[in-house]
T-cell receptor, first 110, second 114 residues
Framework: AQRVTQPEKLLSVFKGAPVELKCNYS??????LFWYVQYSRQRLQLLLR??SRESIKGFTADLNKGETSFHLKKPFAQEEDSAMYYC????????????FGTGTKLQVIP | DGGITQSPKYLFRKEGQNVTLSCEQN?????MYWYRQDPGQGLRLIYY???????QKGDIAEGYSVSREKKESFPLTVTSAQKNPTAFYLC?????????????FGEGSWLTVV
């Protein structure tokens, strides 16, 4: 069964400090992985996906198949980055099941 | 305005009553999903549907039912068999494209059972 693990419920960092939100997954096959963000009082929205290899709002994430990880990183945290972050895995085999992790709340301290 | 609309936003029901949450999308997406969001537990998949007249159980389907009679609509019924129905419910739909898959969410529905 596919699973997404986000070990940290809360991550507090100071403004300007580096950020790394951890995500590990279990999946038999080649996964498609995403990071979603939920700002206060807003709906969940896509932050980035691994196949795009893009940087959004300064965030990047690299898929490491050997370690089955997809950690989200940003070199310098900003106050507006404070939000809930969810890692998600898309099962491309058959029924398009999308599994989310438990989420990490990022708190950037001014 | 395109998107996913969930209604009602807030709903109160007495214990033992069934309740149906509405989800409509005008994005022409084939796949639709229902998640439950609880503090500390993230998003847990209840049901999902890849196409009209077909749906699959997610990880926590017990006590819930769905239908997919139209592409645009995927209502969720929370039955009296659901032991802990008070939660925030999120509906989503997804598209597949050459640039990758994307899932879009509604604003959610708060259900409180008293």
């Amino acid at each position: 069964a596919q699973r997404v693990t986000q070990p940290e419920k809360l991550l507090s960092v100071f403004k300007g400090a580096p950020v790394e939100l951890k995500c590990n997954y279990s999946y038999s096959g080649s996964p498609e992985l995403f990071w979603y963000v939920q700002y206060s009082r807003q709906r969940l929205q896509l932050l980035l996906r691994h196949i795009s290899r893009e940087s959004i709002k300064g965030f990047t994430a690299d898929l490491n198949k050997g370690e089955t990880s997809f950690h989200l990183k940003k070199p310098f945290a900003q106050e507006e980055d404070s939000a809930m972050y969810y890692c998600a895995l898309w099962d491309l085999r058959g029924y398009q099941k999308v599994t989310f992790g438990t989420g990490t709340k990022l708190q950037v301290i001014p | 305005d395109g998107g996913i609309t969930q209604s009602p936003k807030y709903l109160f029901r007495k214990e033992g009553q069934n309740v149906t949450l509405s989800c409509e999308q005008n994005l022409n997406h084939d796949a639709m999903y229902w998640y439950r969001q609880d503090p500390g537990q993230g998003l847990r998949l209840i049901y999902y549907s890849q196409i009209v007249n077909d749906f699959q159980k997610g990880d926590i389907a017990e006590g819930y039912s769905v239908s997919r009679e139209k592409k645009e609509s995927f209502p969720l019924t929370v039955t009296s068999a659901q032991k802990n129905p008070t939660a925030f419910y999120l509906c989503a739909s997804s598209r597949q494209g050459s640039s990758g898959n994307t899932i879009y969410f509604g604003e959610g529905s708060w259900l409180t059972v008293v």
